[in-house]
């Protein structure tokens, strides 16, 4: 449960301050009397290094000293009309995307890690029937909003859309390692940058748990990457606004109003740096076990199944590619492929019979992801398309290449797309528009690794300095 222990007594004027600002928004809590238990006073003196300084409120195992009204409304997600508390976790991108919006637009909110109160993983499990997913919101005890969007979000709470008057040198339409890296080099040249992004920061290589061929680190997790690239841009000067879908851009004279789901926003120019998406097969506990089994990258989470069977599902270059770099140090790989033949070039196909750890299963269509009583990835079921017989491949994790998704749709009638949907640009990753360019993996021609995304931001910000000189 929500625990609140309150240690105060009867006569203090901030413990009655404090019990009359719990009652009014009706919020429940332990009161111990201080005057009345010895062991209450010790805890106190043990918690404030000896002082006996009263109210000390523990909330979920943190204490708060003498907490004023304020503090007690951000840390129990007390507003004017509404409570909000927001069950997730650290590592969870879209939490840190619904925190961001919170707190963009100054609304309080409790967090309740379910990684550190396990009481209130039965809470969102039952809410979810039965699965656990974050974040789970609830208003007033009475609404619930489920990994919900920031329009959704905005609706709920009743926030006006806003227009941003202040028209910034460059927006950077996307988070990761490109859109990062073009901020950073901007600021160093003095000129101020906004960065939308419509999830959390650090885009694909942020899911990355991690990462072994980025310079100067032997190792490092994506989440640890991201967030220094993220500080080092805020310490330059650039403003990060999470939760900010692009719906569409257009030009007013010289200047760039980028429109999102919520507000609009103005630029002189533009970075397009919004990444791809892998393709995913869209089956029964896919977005499930994303991260817990199911990956998309062999190169950044291959190394995890060393000695261990996997699965690969794919027949073109990239599944059989990458099947073959697991099959140097995974005990097993079986490859599932839709069809009856290979798309892949003969250099991959031709590899493949010398190759004893991999076994192929061709004309096999991928019918459901199934996890163990522990939420992990344990088995794929297929299905043969010519006989319809099912059976089940057991591993300890699926790789799935199937092809990326340039996250390009909503700029198709700004600028010069290629027929698989990517930017096309010249020069300095000028796009068809001037005063816009495009880097990362949205661009044609880009390699999807972070360390060349990094490359492509810096080229868009000698872009972007050319143009606005």
Known sequence: MNKIQFYGADWCP??????????ENNIAYEFVDVDLDEQAT???????????????LIINGKSYTNPDNHTLAATLGINEDYRILLYGADWCPDCRKSKSFLDDNNIHYQFIDIDTNEWAIPIITKINNGKRKIPTIIINDDRVLVEPENEELRKALKIDEVKEEKVFDTIIVGGGAAGLTTSIYAQRDRFDTLILEKKAIGGNAFLTEKIENYPGFTSISGP???????EQAETYGATIKTGEDVVAIKKEKKIFVVKTATKEYQGKSVVLSTGSTYRQ??????????GSGVHFCATCDGAFYRDKDIIVIGGGN???????????FCKSVKIVNILPEFSASETYTEKLPSIRN??????KTSLEFLADDRGIFKALKIEDNETKESEELTADGVFIFIGLIPNTKSFADFVELN??????TSGLAQTSQEGIFAAGDCREGAIAQVAAATGEGVLASYGIKAYLK
Do not use: H, W
């Open 42 to 56: 010790k805890k106190v003196e043990s918690i404030n290094k000896g002082k006996r300084i009263i109210p000390t």
């Open 224 to 230: 640890a990457l991201m967030d220094k690239m993220k």
């Open 318 to 328: 990239s599944a059989l590619e990458e099947g073959i770099f697991l099959a140097g």
């Open 14 to 23: 901030d413990c009655r301050r404090a019990k009359a600002y719990l009652k």
């Open 419 to 424: 027929d698989r949907g990517f930017i096309q």
């Open 281 to 290: 097969l869209g089956i029964p506990g896919e977005s499930e076990l994303i």
């Open 358 to 363: 991999i076994t192929t299963y061709m004309n």
